[in-house]
């Protein structure tokens, strides 16, 4: 089973930058599609962004376009969520999620099988 740990949240002012890591453990992780949600006190959790097997195949929530990255690293088991011009609104718990890869990007969180333990995200205004 493939085990996923995410990291490199924090607290930041309002326009700063993080960049979360999601490293998988176990498995042959290039055989998986990427997702990040979020969860927000009080608020169900929320898809982020998802990348397929390579760079060609990814979507973002209509809430972070523009301003969040999601990448990967086959060679090292790693996917990153770069995350710039941070908001109050950002403010959530972070979940990397994975799921064997079918030919088509999922966004919802069911489609996901396995799951980090998450990071907290605190933005400040």
């Known amino acids: 089973q493939m085990q996923l740990v995410d990291s490199g949240g924090g607290a930041v002012q309002a326009g700063g930058s993080l960049r979360l890591s999601c490293t998988a453990s176990?498995?042959?992780?290039?055989?998986?599609?990427v997702g990040w949600f979020r969860q927000a006190p009080g608020k169900e959790r929320e898809f982020v962004a998802g990348?397929?097997?390579?760079?060609?195949?990814?979507s973002y929530a209509d809430t972070v376009k523009g301003r969040f990255t999601i990448s990967r690293d086959n060679r090292v088991n790693t996917a990153n969520l770069q995350m710039n011009s941070l908001k109050p609104e950002d403010t959530a718990t972070y979940y990397c999620?994975?799921?064997?890869?079918?030919?088509?990007?999922?966004?919802?969180?069911?489609?996901?099988?396995?799951w980090g333990q998450g990071t907290q995200v605190a933005v400040s205004s």
């Open positions: 176990g498995r042959i992780f290039a055989n998986y599609a």
């Open positions: 990348l397929g097997l390579n760079h060609s195949v990814r």
């Open positions: 999620a994975a799921y064997r890869w079918v030919g088509q990007l999922k966004r919802s969180q069911e489609e996901y099988s396995l």
